[in-house]
């Protein structure tokens, strides 16, 4: 089955500076990855996903990259902010079934200090 | 957000009682999953329903007992729990398809004591 493994763990970083989290998966026919945000206490929720046809994908200080070869994808973020700490969660979807059997990373915990 | 809602937010159950998690959808969706999320481990999938049918169960414990009596809502009956089961259980859906976003609900916090 599907592996994903994502790195750091935990990120601190200045707000205003950026935050990069890295996920790498196993399966090579998987063709859906998306990025789930989860504050404390609160539902993930998907704040961007990219599909294996598309090598990039931005949405304002939010960007996620795919490397189909290498086989990771990684997630940008871009002028940080308080608001933006919280646990990331990556995730990949290989074409099996016709439900989204999502395998998840472990999760980055991203803390914005001032 | 009123998506997916999940009752009860908080249960606290001893290793010999009956508890059932609910979960119900009004995205219209035609897939439901539940999740299991442990402190320090990727969510985890316990289950999947694709229009009502059981189409995935990833090696669960008997001790949980999935129910979908139709596309909008799940459960996820309890019993005879071990302490290690303690967690936060996520329910999800999702439109098969070309669609593939999961939404989740804002999950049950479980305590086995």
């Known amino acids: 089955g599907e592996n994903v493994e994502q790195h750091p763990s935990t990120l601190s970083v200045q707000e205003g500076d950026s935050a990069v989290i890295k996920c790498t998966y196993s399966?090579?026919?998987?063709?859906?990855f998306p990025w789930y945000k989860q504050e404390l206490g609160k539902r993930p929720q998907l704040i961007i996903d990219i599909r294996s046809n598309v090598g990039e994908k931005k949405d304002q200080r939010i960007a996620v990259t795919l490397n189909k070869t290498a086989k990771h994808f990684s997630l940008h973020i871009t002028e940080t902010q308080p608001e933006d700490s919280a646990v990331y969660f990556c995730?990949?979807?290989?074409?099996?079934?016709?439900?989204?059997?999502?395998?998840f990373g472990t999760g980055t915990r991203l803390q914005v200090t001032l | 957000e009123t998506g997916v809602t999940q009752t009860p937010r908080h249960l606290v159950m001893g290793m010999t009682n009956k508890k059932s998690l609910k979960c119900e959808q009004h995205l219209g969706h035609n897939a439901m999953y539940w999740y299991k999320q442990s402190a320090k481990k990727p969510l985890e999938l316990m289950f999947v329903y694709n229009f009502k049918e059981q189409t995935e169960n990833n090696s669960v414990p008997s001790r949980f007992s999935p129910e979908c009596p139709n596309s909008s809502h799940l459960f996820l009956h309890l019993h005879t729990l071990q302490p290690e089961d303690s967690a936060l259980y996520l329910c999800?859906?999702?439109?098969?398809?070309?669609?593939?976003?999961?939404?989740f609900g804002s999950g049950t916090q479980l305590s086995v004591l």
């Open positions: 995730a990949a979807k290989g074409r099996t079934g016709t439900a989204s059997k999502l395998t």
């Open positions: 999800a859906s999702s439109q098969t398809g070309s669609n593939e976003k999961l939404f």
């Open positions: 399966d090579s026919a998987s063709n859906y």
